[in-house]
């Protein structure tokens, strides 16, 4: 789960609750790594896979709301500065 927190930029212990809830939930299924039994392999379930294409259609609607209202060139403007922001290293 390393590389959800890595990817997530949260702290383990954040990542680990997070996935909890998620398995609670049904969303997703959590097995230990065989290579590396300290580690965990998390994966979506079919329930899971379903939420996450109902959110994306949501991201994507609001999105194109955005751009409709702001515009391309300020849309575009803000893509390219929320981008470089997430993807600084700290």
């Given at each position: 789960m390393g590389g959800l927190s890595k990817?997530?930029?949260l702290n383990?212990?954040?990542v680990t609750g997070l996935v909890d809830r998620m398995v609670k939930a049904g969303l997703v299924t959590k097995k230990t790594d065989q290579d590396d039994g300290r580690g965990a392999m998390v994966a979506l379930t079919k329930k899971g896979t379903e939420a996450a294409e109902r959110a994306d259609v949501?991201?994507?609607e609001?999105?194109?709301g955005?751009?409709?209202q702001l515009g391309d060139e300020v849309s575009n403007v803000l893509?390219?500065?929320?981008?470089?922001i997430a993807t600084?290293?700290?």
């Amino acid at each position: 789960m390393g590389g959800l927190s890595k990817t997530l930029s949260l702290n383990p212990p954040a990542v680990t609750g997070l996935v909890d809830r998620m398995v609670k939930a049904g969303l997703v299924t959590k097995k230990t790594d065989q290579d590396d039994g300290r580690g965990a392999m998390v994966a979506l379930t079919k329930k899971g896979t379903e939420a996450a294409e109902r959110a994306d259609v949501v991201l994507r609607e609001l999105n194109a709301g955005l751009e409709a209202q702001l515009g391309d060139e300020v849309s575009n403007v803000l893509h390219n500065a929320l981008t470089r922001i997430a993807t600084e290293e700290s």
